[in-house]
Nanobody, 124 residues
Framework: QVQLVESGGGLVQAGGSLRLSCAASGRTFVTYAMGWFRQAPGKEREFVAA????????NYADSVKARFTISRENAQNTVYLQMNSLKPEDTAVYYCAAVSGGTYYSYSHEYDYWGQGTQVTVSA
């Protein structure tokens, strides 16, 4: 069982930056791949970024490539999402998710555990 708690969301102007954190409980964090997803009002949840168990392999949605960076610190049981050059269309609730086995996926149904989400609002 893994519990995930996101933090770091907030209100930022377009062009600004935010760093989201996701703290995981348990001693098996290193065996999980991690992902970030987001859901805007009236839209389906969408993939943002993912990282494998070691942090050596990452994947991004085209809409965030070159602007967002996912990373993890296994010693701290934490995964991060650094978001730069934010746009109003990045406004959403951001969720972190964990999948056992260490290999990441870009489909939400592959993930086993989810956090409660953190709101990111980007003003024009």
């Amino acid at each position: 069982q893994v519990q995930l708690v996101e933090s770091g969301g907030g209100l930022v102007q377009a062009g600004g930056s935010l760093r989201l954190s996701c703290a995981a409980s348990g001693r098996t964090f290193v065996t999980y791949a991690m992902g970030w997803f987001r859901q805007a009002p009236g839209k389906e949840r969408e993939f943002v970024a993912a990282i494998n168990w070691s942090g050596e392999s990452t994947n991004y949605a085209d809409s965030v490539k070159a602007r967002f960076t996912i990373s993890r610190e296994n010693a701290q049981n934490t995964v991060y999402l650094q978001m730069n050059s934010l746009k109003p269309e990045d406004t959403a609730v951001y969720y972190c998710a964990a999948v056992s086995g260490g290999t990441y996926y870009s489909y939400s149904h592959e993930y086993d555990y989810w956090g409660q989400g953190t709101q990111v609002t980007v003003s024009a």
